[in-house]
């Protein structure tokens, strides 16, 4: 169950909280959450090791832990670690082999977790004391602990398909979104009745695994250099209050009571903290015609980037510059939690249809995609969000190299999104032109590699289908396609770049870069007219 009981009245350890400054020394502290949710915070001794962290976990859920695994990202912890930084999100999860479908994982009720949790009221996870990120946060952080000494309790966000919490300030004035990874849609403890699935698992999209929007949402953050699309401040956090969800399904519980017996449960999540931004309504409300060039085509670049599956007008806010008047209005980017998936995934860019995507990118803007640097990005993101998935940071790399390659190359925003998305053609989908070009890649990669036999197809899990079931969408992209379309594999995902091993991955990524620039140029030159995509929402056309 994901409770942590906190001995003591709720302001006690309010006033108990002296994170920031006092560790213990040569110590580390970890944040350890299983599949079903619970959180606990624990202190790592000198001598400690994979197994005897289990073995604590099993003391403190009353629960065996020998059927389960440790992880860190993509890292499965056997023994050592030393790898294991402060404040880390650690995930203990049963075996496959040992899962019931039936009976939940780890199972625990508030009363009988006893052991107290090793930590703070909000603990910030995974950021260096030293850096701007933490100090920033660190403030919000004391105005809402201050708001919750005070008795200003957060509030509930009832849209949306997740569990989301309003956190307020001594004045009563929202300052902070949190949103519980177990409360995600799909998660055991999402509020709204999206449950069925643990942590881990496949969630919403099948690319972005349940439980793990949140370190997206950073994610999205931390790449968006200097503020340049505007993202909003935000941090993962450990954070401990009675307002969040439990679903009393997730103690086996035949039936799900809508709300908690003992209101004083103080329950501990692993939650993004979003910074709340003022605005007067979102994209959905207000029309197009009034967004800035500039602020579509930041957002745009931000997106492409991190191929965000979705950008809809609902995530992005919208606040008047010019007071009483819809004159000059600002763009400000949310819910990043569906952002770099495990391998390419069919993008939504709302902004595509907008005429400020089809026009050319400035000077500035050029100068700035091309001084976007992937691979440093990536060493970024593995020392701020160490448990980010290697395949992620793939596509990372994959789409930000496309990027720059084609903003050099002349196309505008409106163009670009267009080759990243597939096209759908009532209930059939084919790879998009990005995804062609990748799978051309790889065909040339398998055969290079079968040559001195040290290649396997299925390593990269495609899937050689006679026939093939693309059609061409014009003469842009027949004659990549007629040699990549057996290749294609399961219409959600045609290329799985986290399969790839460490030398597959680079021989790739160079077979890429050759093969984008003609694509481009082939594009451009027998491109005759802009092809209507039909998106999800809209109706076949016959």
């Not at 994982?105 to 260096?128: A, N």
């Not at 077979?511 to 594009?523: D, H, I, M, N, S």
Request: contains cysteine; aromatic residues 6%; negative net charge.
């Amino acid at each position: 169950m994901p409770v942590t009981l906190l001995n003591g009245p709720l302001h006690a350890d309010y006033e108990g909280d002296k994170r920031f400054n006092q560790k213990p020394p040569n110590k580390r502290r970890v944040f350890i959450q299983t599949e079903n949710g619970c959180v606990v915070g624990m202190e790592l001794e000198r001598n400690d090791n994979a197994h005897t962290l289990k073995r604590r976990m099993q003391l403190t859920l009353n629960h065996p832990t020998d059927q389960t695994s440790l992880t860190f990202g993509d890292k499965v912890l056997n023994h050592d670690l030393s790898a294991i930084k402060h404040d880390s999100a650690l995930f203990l999860t049963k075996n496959l082999i040992h899962r019931s479908s039936s009976t939940p994982c780890l199972l625990q009720t508030p009363r009988s977790l006893q052991q107290k949790d090793q930590s703070g009221v909000i603990e910030i996870i995974g950021l260096h004391t030293h850096s701007t990120h933490f100090t920033k946060t660190n403030q919000l952080v004391e105005e809402i602990i201050t708001a919750l000494k005070n008795e200003i309790d957060p509030i509930s966000v009832n849209g949306g398909l997740g569990g989301a919490y309003i956190f307020r300030n001594i004045k009563g004035q929202s300052i902070a979104i949190v949103k519980p990874t177990d409360e995600e849609p799909f998660a055991p403890n999402n509020p709204k009745g999206f449950t069925g699935k643990l942590l881990g698992q496949p969630g919403f999209k099948q690319s972005v695994r349940v439980g793990e929007t949140g370190f997206r949402e950073v994610a999205a953050y931390l790449l968006d250099h200097d503020h340049f699309a505007g993202v909003p401040l935000t941090s993962l956090v450990k954070i401990t209050h009675s307002i969040f969800n439990l679903n009393d399904s997730v103690n086996g519980s035949k039936v799900q009571n809508k709300k908690r017996v003992n209101l004083n449960v103080n329950v501990s999540k692993i939650a993004s903290l979003q910074q709340f931004i003022p605005h007067d309504f979102d994209a959905s409300d207000h029309g197009a015609s009034s967004f800035s060039i500039s602020d579509v085509h930041r957002i745009g670049i931000l997106d492409v980037r991190i191929l965000n599956t979705d950008r809809h007008a609902g995530n992005l806010l919208v606040r008047k510059v010019n007071d009483g008047n819809f004159g000059e209005v600002k763009l400000i980017p949310i819910d990043h939690g569906l952002c770099l998936p495990e391998c390419l995934e069919d993008p939504y860019f709302e902004w595509i249809h907008w005429p400020q995507s089809s026009i050319p990118f400035s000077d500035s803007e050029l100068e700035y995609i091309q001084s976007l640097d992937a691979v440093r990005d990536s060493e970024m993101l593995r020392t701020e969000l160490p448990m980010i998935r290697e395949a992620c940071l793939r596509v990372l790399t994959l789409c930000t190299v496309f990027l720059k390659e084609a903003a050099a190359f002349g196309l505008c925003l409106a163009e670009i999104g267009e080759m990243m998305s597939r096209e759908f053609r009532c209930n059939d989908q084919e790879p998009s032109e990005l995804e062609v070009i990748c799978l051309e890649a790889m065909r040339e990669v398998v055969d290079n590699d079968s040559k001195n036999k040290s290649f396997s197809c299925m390593q990269w899990g495609l899937r050689k289908k006679g026939g093939g079931n693309g059609r061409a969408r014009g003469a842009e992209v027949v004659g990549v396609r007629s040699s990549a379309e057996e290749l294609v594999g399961t219409p959600a995902s045609f290329v799985k770049v986290g399969e790839m091993e460490e030398g597959e991955w680079w021989d790739f990524l160079d077979k890429f870069r050759e093969l984008v620039g003609p694509a481009l140029a082939t594009r451009k030159v027998s491109r005759v007219s802009v092809r209507n995509n039909l998106r999800v929402g809209g109706s076949c056309q016959f």
